[in-house]
C-alpha cells in the first residue's frame, strides 16, 4: 500500500510508521503547509494533534483534519483513518464502549471529538471508507518527555523527587496499538466505514501500582510523595477500554500487559 503517514514524527506516527515499513508499505509523510498529495495513496492515517498548547488545539485538531478529509474526498484514496483520543467521552469512570456518551470538559477532549464528528459525517455523505481509531493510554518507546514512564525514569537515573497523585489509566503498549491500525488497514471496507474501534487493555492499572511495578523493575526504590488528590480536574480512578468491537469484527486483541510493557520500557533506554 501507499500510505500518508500526518503526524510521522510524532511518538503514535514514528512508531506506526516503523511497524507499515516493517510490511514494506510505502510510508509517504506528510507535513504542514502542504496544500494537496502530489498522487494517489491507498490511505491517509492522521496521527497529528495538539494537547498541550490550547491557542493550537482547534488548528491542529480540527483544521488540518477537516483539510485531510477534503483531499481524501477529491483524491483518489481508498481508506482514511483517523487516530482519536479515549479522552473524547470526558472524564467516565469504568470501561468506555464505542457508543459510549461523550460529554468533553476540556478544548482537548472537544476539539478531538469534533474531529471525529467530522470524520463520521464526511464517510455518510460521501461514502467514504473513514474510521477513528481511539487508543487507551498509550505508552513505550521514546514518549513524550512529561509522561508518566520517562518523568519515572528520570527520578530513577537522576535521583528526582517524583509525586504520585490519584488515577488510573488503561495503559496500552504502543506495538499493540500498530497492530490495531494495521488490522483497520486490511479489514473490509463493510467493516470500517463510518465505524469507530476502541484499543485497550480492559484493565484499569492506578498511578500507585505503577510506581511499584517501575520500582519493582529497575531494583529501586524512589523518593516519591504520594498524593490523595488528583493532578487534572478530569483524571479518574477507573479509565479504561470496552475493546470488545475491535476484537469481534478486527479480530485485534492487546499481547502486552503492563507489567511486561514496563520491563521493555525500562530495557530500551539503556
Same mark, same amino acid.
Given at each position: 500500500?501507499?500510505?500518508?503517514?500526518?503526524?510521522?514524527?510524532?511518538?503514535?506516527?514514528?512508531?506506526?510508521?516503523?511497524?507499515?515499513?516493517?510490511?514494506?508499505h510505502?510510508?509517504?509523510?506528510?507535513? @504542514?503547509?502542504? *496544500?494537496?498529495?502530489?498522487? +494517489?495513496?491507498?490511505? *491517509?492515517? &492522521?496521527?497529528?494533534?495538539?494537547?498541550d498548547?490550547?491557542?493550537?488545539?482547534?488548528?491542529s =485538531?480540527v483544521?488540518?483534519?477537516t483539510?485531510?478529509?477534503?483531499?481524501? &474526498?477529491?483524491?483518489?484514496?481508498?481508506?482514511?483513518?483517523?487516530?482519536?483520543s479515549?479522552? %473524547?467521552?470526558?472524564?467516565?469512570?469504568?470501561? @468506555?464502549?464505542e457508543?459510549?456518551?461523550?460529554?468533553?470538559? =476540556?478544548?482537548?477532549?472537544?476539539?478531538?471529538?469534533?474531529?471525529?464528528?467530522?470524520?463520521?459525517?464526511?464517510?455518510r455523505?460521501?461514502?467514504?471508507?473513514?474510521?477513528?481509531a481511539?487508543?487507551?493510554?498509550? +505508552?513505550?518507546? =521514546?514518549?513524550?518527555?512529561?509522561?508518566?514512564?520517562?518523568?519515572?525514569?528520570?527520578? +530513577?537515573?537522576?535521583?528526582?523527587?517524583?509525586?504520585?497523585?490519584?488515577?488510573?489509566h488503561?495503559?496500552?503498549?504502543?506495538?499493540?496499538f500498530?497492530?490495531? *491500525?494495521?488490522?483497520?488497514?486490511?479489514?473490509?471496507?463493510?467493516?470500517?466505514?463510518?465505524?469507530?474501534?476502541?484499543?485497550?487493555?480492559?484493565?484499569?492499572?492506578?498511578?500507585?501500582?505503577?510506581?511499584?511495578?517501575?520500582?519493582?523493575?529497575?531494583?529501586?526504590?524512589?523518593?516519591?510523595?504520594?498524593h490523595?488528590?488528583?493532578? @487534572?480536574?478530569?483524571?479518574?480512578?477507573?479509565?479504561?477500554?470496552?475493546?470488545?468491537?475491535?476484537?469481534? @469484527?478486527?479480530?485485534?486483541?492487546?499481547k *502486552?500487559?503492563?507489567? %511486561?510493557?514496563?520491563?521493555?520500557?525500562?530495557? %530500551?533506554?539503556?
Open positions: 500500500m501507499r500510505i500518508l503517514l500526518v503526524g510521522g514524527t510524532g511518538f503514535v506516527g514514528s512508531h506506526l510508521r516503523r511497524r507499515l515499513e516493517r510490511d514494506s510505502e510510508v509517504i509523510p506528510f507535513y @504542514r503547509g502542504e *496544500i494537496s498529495i502530489p498522487t +494517489y495513496v491507498d490511505a *491517509i492515517i &492522521n496521527c497529528a494533534g495538539e494537547l498548547r490550547v491557542d493550537q488545539m482547534v488548528e =485538531n483544521k488540518l483534519a483539510d485531510l478529509l477534503r483531499l481524501a &474526498n477529491t483524491t483518489y484514496c481508498l481508506r482514511f483513518i483517523q487516530i482519536g479515549s479522552s %473524547e467521552t470526558g472524564p467516565v469512570e469504568g470501561p @468506555r464502549a457508543t459510549t456518551p461523550c460529554q468533553p470538559s =476540556n478544548l482537548y477532549e472537544a476539539t478531538k471529538l469534533a474531529a471525529t464528528n467530522l470524520c463520521l459525517g464526511y464517510a455523505q460521501f461514502d467514504k471508507d473513514i474510521c477513528i481511539r487508543p487507551f493510554s498509550l +505508552y513505550g518507546f =521514546n514518549d513524550k518527555p512529561r509522561k508518566m514512564l520517562p518523568t519515572l525514569w528520570r527520578a +530513577y537515573k537522576e535521583d528526582l523527587p517524583f509525586s504520585c497523585f490519584c488515577g488510573g488503561d495503559w496500552t503498549h504502543i506495538d499493540d500498530s497492530e490495531g *491500525i494495521v488490522n483497520l488497514l486490511h479489514a473490509p471496507r463493510e467493516v470500517t466505514k463510518g465505524q469507530i474501534f476502541h484499543f485497550g487493555t480492559g484493565r484499569s492499572t492506578s498511578n500507585e501500582e505503577i510506581v511499584r511495578l517501575f520500582e519493582g523493575t529497575v531494583g529501586k526504590k524512589l523518593d516519591v510523595t504520594h490523595t488528590g488528583r493532578f @487534572r480536574s478530569y483524571d479518574v480512578m477507573d479509565w479504561r477500554a470496552d475493546w470488545s468491537k475491535a476484537k469481534e @469484527r478486527l479480530g485485534w486483541e492487546p *502486552i500487559a503492563i507489567e %511486561e510493557g514496563i520491563t521493555h520500557f525500562v530495557k %530500551e533506554q539503556t
